[in-house]
């Protein structure tokens, strides 16, 4: 199980502008860190470079198991999920066809995809068509592939932005369980996130965060 993210001396650019420069931090099991920042700090695109879909200009992205250092590509692959500001569902899938293709691709059962289809009462949304999912639908959705499929590290970008007071409660408590049971956040946020986390101002760290 993936147990510590350690990054150092990251740099990150987009086209000609350098985002942030120098960032160095560590997140271990049971830890959850919020990135702050104005838009275009560069939130996403961190999480982003986490998850290998952007490479940095420097530094290093190092996971860890119990013992040791996990190849990057087995980390990606088999320890994380991300959740994105756009939830990236095929809009002419069910959400039960979009939810059961995700958990199984993701490794997930199917009395764990029931389950979370429970736990976020889904159920009355399964046979429509994503597209006709309001956004905190859709939100919900997703957030069932992350406790239907488990894996050690969520990266959440805004995980919160789509949903009533009800249902970030509802998503509190996933986040909660998640880090009780050793897993890591780190989260893209502009509203605070409902658990204990560090937080991260990516508008300061031309010169690293620690």
Same mark, same amino acid.
């Given at each position: 199980? +993936?147990?510590? +993210?350690?990054?150092?001396? $990251?740099?990150?650019?987009?086209?000609?502008?350098?985002?942030?420069? /120098?960032?160095?931090?560590?997140?271990?099991? /049971?830890?959850?860190?919020?990135?702050?920042?104005?838009? =275009?700090?560069? #939130?996403? %695109?961190?999480? !982003?470079?986490?998850?290998?879909?952007? *490479?940095?200009?420097? /530094?290093?992205?190092?996971?860890?198991?119990?013992?040791?250092?996990?190849?990057?590509?087995?980390?990606?692959? +088999?320890? $994380?999920?991300?959740?994105?500001?756009?939830?990236?569902? #095929?809009?002419?899938?069910?959400? !039960?066809?979009?939810?059961?293709?995700?958990?199984?691709?993701?490794?997930? %059962? &199917?009395?764990?995809?029931?389950?979370?289809?429970?736990?976020? #009462?889904?159920?009355?949304?399964?046979?429509?068509?994503?597209? #006709?999912?309001?956004?905190?639908?859709?939100?919900?959705? %997703?957030?069932?592939?992350?406790?239907?499929?488990? *894996?050690?590290?969520?990266?959440?970008?805004?995980? $919160?932005?789509?949903?009533?007071?009800?249902?970030? =409660?509802?998503?509190?408590?996933?986040?909660?369980?998640?880090?009780? *049971?050793? &897993?890591?956040?780190?989260?893209?946020?502009?509203?605070? $996130?409902?658990?204990?986390?560090? %937080?991260?101002? +990516?508008?300061?760290?031309?010169? =690293?965060?620690?």
């Amino acid at each position: 199980m +993936l147990t510590r +993210l350690d990054i150092e001396a $990251l740099s990150l650019s987009r086209g000609e502008r350098r985002l942030f420069d /120098g960032l160095s931090f560590s997140l271990s099991a /049971g830890e959850a860190a919020a990135l702050t920042g104005a838009n =275009g700090a560069g #939130k996403t %695109s961190l999480l !982003r470079a986490v998850a290998g879909f952007i *490479r940095p200009d420097a /530094g290093t992205v190092a996971f860890h198991d119990a013992e040791g250092e996990m190849e990057a590509e087995t980390a990606r692959r +088999l320890a $994380l999920h991300l959740l994105g500001h756009h939830e990236g569902l #095929k809009p002419q899938r069910t959400a !039960r066809q979009e939810l059961g293709f995700q958990v199984e691709w993701l490794g997930g %059962s &199917g009395e764990a995809m029931d389950a979370a289809v429970a736990r976020l #009462k889904l159920a009355p949304l399964l046979d429509l068509e994503t597209r #006709k999912l309001s956004a905190g639908q859709r939100r919900r959705l %997703s957030l069932a592939r992350l406790i239907a499929a488990p *894996r050690a590290l969520w990266l959440l970008d805004e995980p $919160l932005a789509p949903l009533d007071e009800a249902w970030r =409660g509802v998503a509190a408590e996933l986040m909660a369980e998640h880090l009780a *049971r050793g &897993g890591m956040i780190l989260a893209a946020v502009h509203d605070p $996130l409902p658990v204990a986390a560090r %937080s991260l101002d +990516l508008a300061q760290t031309l010169g =690293g965060v620690r």
